[in-house]
């Protein structure tokens, strides 16, 4: 009997097709997504590329994925080859559908043999952005990360264009007047991306994209018009001027001091408090400080005014990169000690964008359109009518831990801001004590009362903490 037809060509057709078109879209990609990520839903679901030594969608198995990765690939070519071997030359369909998959898995390993830089395009929820993500690739370059788009943000520059990098130097303009400019033919501008002062300028709504306010997920495209208000707002003096204080310093070297900021203190520089901050402090005992591009000599990290505990400040431009990079990269444990209304019955991670409120920008509040912030909660204590809970940070929003605590009805005792009515949340027999609790409490009872990092200098394992303060003491 005749055998039928052999289709066995199919299989490396296949093959050799899925391989070609799996290089031709990772150069489209490459092309589209360098500059700016593309809309699928709207903003809540965007394609951006990302260099991942992993796998797809962020998959990561610490720093030795490539080879790990590469291995298993080769597993599934030698499995796939011998299953093509076995099966009938006649059996068209199952011989196409081995091509389809041995294509795609030679793909993935020219990735990682000839250049492990190759991009994987992973889709992300707006917001988000790899912040939050379990498996974050240790090389994650967001749209606008490869050197190629760099090199062109840098010719944009030279050419006039409004770009990602020349964002952070408008808000140093100090003159009023609002500038208007087209975008020019290879300048893009990601908003989901600003930070700083630009943010707050977005904040603040003094950034309008074609005559209507910017949201911060906005993505401009070519031919958008983006008008900016730059004005000569007050602002702290450029020297800053010296307030002699008696500071409490846990640690101090080189590089780094520890200070157990007291509560009342505000940390540097603002309006209502130019002359008599932390910051003016530390000048007048003629502390070495680091001078980063924030303009916040110094400071690593920051407490609110009525928050008092740890704090980091770094006395080298060296010592203040290395910290601040702790924090982005979660190597630096922070813990708060709070005292909520309620009950918690067990650990609680938070997980809300935080943002500036619409209606009274003094306020943060939880907002769709804030950037990720998330808080793990551990109740430590129960008392009559709150709890004493251990806070821990993921991100360092500005009143993450009050704004998460309230937006899950265990607002902070004695948070005149976010307290939400404070004692009289609580009814019944357990009034009473409420009101001596809250009376207790002269401000909101948070505290900073762990640090944990590595020295910047040494790299050596360091841990500081300090007492609940006296002021929140019955």
């Excluded at 991942?52 to 490539?66: D, L």
């Excluded at 943010?199 to 900016?228: T, W």
């Excluded at 980091?312 to 709070?338: C, F, N, P, S, W």
């Excluded at 769709?368 to 806070?391: H, N």
Aim: proline fraction near 7%.
């Amino acid at each position: 009997m005749p055998n039928g037809p052999n289709y066995r060509f199919q299989f490396w057709g296949v093959g050799v097709a899925v391989i070609i078109l799996d290089f031709l879209t990772k150069q489209i990609a490459v092309s589209t997504l360098s500059r700016i990520p593309v809309r699928v839903v709207g903003d809540w679901l965007l394609l951006r590329l990302v260099y991942n030594p992993g796998a797809a969608f962020g998959i990561h198995v610490g720093e030795h994925s490539r080879w790990v990765f590469m291995v298993l690939a080769l597993i599934a070519l030698t499995v796939l080859g011998a299953m093509a071997q076995r099966t009938h030359p006649s059996q068209w369909f199952r011989l196409s559908a081995l091509g389809l998959v041995c294509g795609g898995a030679v793909g993935n390993l020219v990735d990682r043999v000839v250049d492990r830089s190759l991009s994987l395009a992973d889709l992300q929820r707006r917001g988000h952005c790899c912040h939050l993500r379990c498996h974050r690739p240790r090389r994650c370059l967001l749209a606008g990360g490869s050197p190629e788009a760099r090199a062109d943000r840098g010719a944009s520059r030279h050419r006039g264009g409004v770009t990602r990098d020349s964002k952070r130097h408008l808000p140093g303009r100090r003159r009023r007047h609002r500038a208007t400019r087209p975008l020019s033919r290879r300048s893009t501008l990601d908003l989901s991306n600003a930070g700083g002062a630009f943010a707050r300028l977005i904040a603040r709504g003094d950034v309008e994209v074609n005559g209507q306010a910017a949201r911060a997920s906005r993505v401009l495209a070519r031919g958008d018009s983006v008008r900016i208000a730059l004005e000569d707002r007050a602002g702290p003096p450029r020297e800053l001027t010296p307030y002699p204080i008696s500071l409490t310093v846990i640690h101090e070297d080189a590089a780094v001091m520890i200070l157990d900021k007291p509560a009342g203190l505000v940390v540097h520089p603002a309006p209502g408090h130019w002359n008599d901050t932390l910051l003016n402090a530390l000048v007048a005992r003629n502390t070495p400080l680091a001078q980063p591009e924030t303009g916040r000599p110094g400071l690593v990290h920051r407490l609110d005014k009525d928050t008092s505990g740890l704090l980091v400040v770094a006395k080298t431009d060296g010592a203040h990169r290395r910290l601040t990079q702790a924090i982005r990269q979660r190597r630096m444990e922070r813990v708060y000690a709070a005292l909520a209304w309620g009950h918690l019955e067990k650990p609680r991670e938070i997980e809300a964008p935080v943002g500036r409120s619409p209606k009274d920008r003094k306020r943060m509040t939880v907002l769709a359109t804030g950037r990720p912030a998330r808080t793990t909660v551990e109740p430590v204590a129960r008392f009559d009518v709150c709890d004493l809970l251990r806070v821990r940070l993921a991100t360092g929003r500005t009143h993450q831990i009050r704004v998460h605590l309230a937006h899950v009805g265990h607002p902070i005792v004695g948070d005149s801001v976010y307290g939400g009515g404070g004692a009289r949340r609580v009814t019944g027999a357990h009034q009473p004590r409420a009101r001596d609790v809250e009376a207790a409490a002269p401000r909101q009872a948070l505290h900073a009362t762990l640090l944990r990092f590595r020295h910047p200098t040494s790299g050596e394992p360091v841990e500081y903490r300090s007492e609940w303060p006296r002021d929140l003491r019955p």
